[in-house]
């Protein structure tokens, strides 16, 4: 099964449709004001409106009231809810649209017990824990803290970019892997290049684990 791409932190039209010509399955939105890639709706509405059909939006929150989540998804159109911060269960699912459950992953951390929480979740976005930063930190976490029973589909995000993208698909077999600061040329400013090298090695890890597995 093919790794799925996420380009998060998306703040240009540009950077949208270039990461759909590379083929990324998702993009990123980000709408936690303290964030450098925070979008306004109104500009997140023009970048999903210049999206080609089967590419999803997903709209990243960090502790958000209901309102402002409700507000934010009658302006843009979000395939999936991201939730960043300490959201409770029944909160994440009162929204009656798929989301993800972000986990920043320190050694104490107990994923299965994540997991379990948020059963409703679609899958877990697990990312580096960075004391006072909800995400985005641009650093790795060991990804041997990942336990191989973990029951809901991982989507690994962290320091991910397209020098370490491939190594980090051969040891921890994502269902997807997630990357924001790792294909820019600023913040919130992606580069075309950069996604394109990731986007490539994303498929030759994908293409060696085949091998590996006797496919063709």
């Known amino acids: 099964m093919r790794t799925r791409v996420k380009i998060c932190g998306i703040t240009r039209v540009e950077d949208a449709v ?3 010509r590379e083929g990324a399955d998702a993009i990123g939105l980000v709408f936690y004001a ?3 890639r925070y ?5 997140a509405a023009r970048i999903v409106s210049a999206l080609p059909p089967f590419v999803s939006t997903v709209g990243l929150f960090v502790d958000a009231t209901a309102e402002q989540i409700r507000s934010v998804s009658q302006l843009v159109r979000l395939d999936f809810l ?6 409770s269960p029944a909160f994440c699912d009162g929204f009656g649209r798929p ?3 972000a986990v920043r992953v320190r050694p104490e951390t107990n994923l299965l017990q994540y997991a379990s929480l948020y059963t409703g979740a679609s ?7 960075q004391e006072g930063v909800p995400g985005g930190t641009g650093h790795t976490f060991d990804w041997n803290l990942i336990p191989a029973t973990l029951d809901k589909p991982v989507i690994l995000a962290g320091g991910l970019n397209p020098e370490n993208v491939g190594e980090a698909i051969r040891q921890v077999r994502p269902y997807a892997v997630d990357v924001s600061g790792g294909v820019e040329q600023g913040k919130g400013i992606k580069d075309a290049a950069r ?6 090695g994303v498929a030759a890890a994908a293409n060696q684990t085949g091998t590996q597995h006797g496919q063709v």
């Open 99 to 101: 989301y993800l459950k």
């Open 123 to 129: 899958a877990l976005l697990l990312d580096a824990f």
């Open 39 to 43: 979008v306004e709706p109104q500009q």
């Open 82 to 87: 991201q939730f960043h911060g300490d959201e």
């Open 195 to 200: 996604i394109a090298a990731f986007m490539r």
């Open 18 to 20: 270039a990461a759909a």
């Open 34 to 36: 303290n964030s450098p």
